[in-house]
Antibody, heavy 123, light 109 residues
Framework: EVQLVESGGGLVQPGGSLRLSCTVS????????LTWIRQTPGKGLEWVTS????????DYADSVKGRFTISRDNAKKSVFLQMNSLRVEDTAIYYC????????????????WGQGTLVAVSS | SSELTQDPAVSVALGQTVRITCQGD??????ASWYQQKPGQAPVLVTY???NRPSGIPDRFSGSSSGDTASLTITGAQAEDEADYYC????????????FGGGTKVTVL
């Protein structure tokens, strides 16, 4: 059974930092790309960042570029999200998801998701 | 960057058919995927690619695409299909970014 389990969320003041972790089981971690997606309470989904299997291709949404850093440890089957200079608008549930691709054009989709971890940024 | 547009809400009578659409320039280049999200739960992939369903997704869910519009059709909607549905695709720029639609709330009457 595929499982993705996020941890590390919590309450932090504006300007503070937080490190999220996502530990995976049930598939070959080292051959798949992973992604962080967030959802503001009561609102829609927002892609945050993705990292490929070898950590050679990393992309960020403009809203977090320069503040967030994604990384992975294939030996620990884990992906991490270091969040610095947090803002009130970063408050959201953060989901870890496996990214897969379809077809010649490599259309992306997210076939497995964790249950999410809540990050609240407030003074 | 790309944008995907969805209608905020649709309703369907029990057992009838409903189509949810997602429009955006990126869909002329990439397939959309669709996700179902129920309150308090993580999203679940329901269709991807040309019209592929993950294991466990009922065949009443189907995906299609034409031009810059992708559609998710629920044929014979059930009460348990009431949920938010999101589309996503890869950004139309030559990068690995991803964009999500704003979501459609489906109410089964």
């Amino acid at each position: 059974e595929v499982q993705l389990v996020e941890s590390g969320g919590g309450l932090v003041q504006p300007g503070g930092s937080l490190r999220l972790s996502c530990t995976v089981s049930g598939f070959t971690f080292s051959t798949h790309s992973l992604t962080w997606i967030r959802q503001t309470p009561g609102k829609g989904l927002e892609w945050v960042t993705s990292i490929n299997s070898g950590s050679t291709s990393i992309d960020y949404a403009d809203s977090v570029k320069g503040r967030f850093t994604i990384s992975r440890d294939n030996a620990k089957k884990s992906v991490f999200l270091q969040m610095n200079s947090l803002r009130v608008e970063d408050t959201a549930i953060y989901y870890c998801a496996r990214r897969s691709a379809f077809g010649v054009a490599q259309s992306y989709y997210f076939d497995y998701w964790g249950q999410g971890t809540l990050v609240a940024v407030s003074s | 960057s790309s944008e995907l547009t969805q209608d905020p809400a649709v309703s369907v009578a029990l057992g009838q058919t409903v189509r949810i659409t997602c429009q955006g320039d990126s869909l002329t280049r990439y397939y959309a995927s669709w996700y179902q999200q129920k309150p308090g739960q993580a999203p679940v992939l329901v269709t991807y690619g040309k019209n592929n369903r993950p294991s466990g997704i009922p065949d009443r869910f189907s995906g299609s695409s034409s031009g810059d519009t992708a559609s998710l059709t629920i044929t014979g909607a059930q009460a348990e299909d009431e949920a938010d549905y999101y589309c996503n695709s890869r950004d139309s720029s030559d990068n690995h970014r991803v964009v999500f639609g704003g979501g459609t709330k489906v109410t089964v009457l």
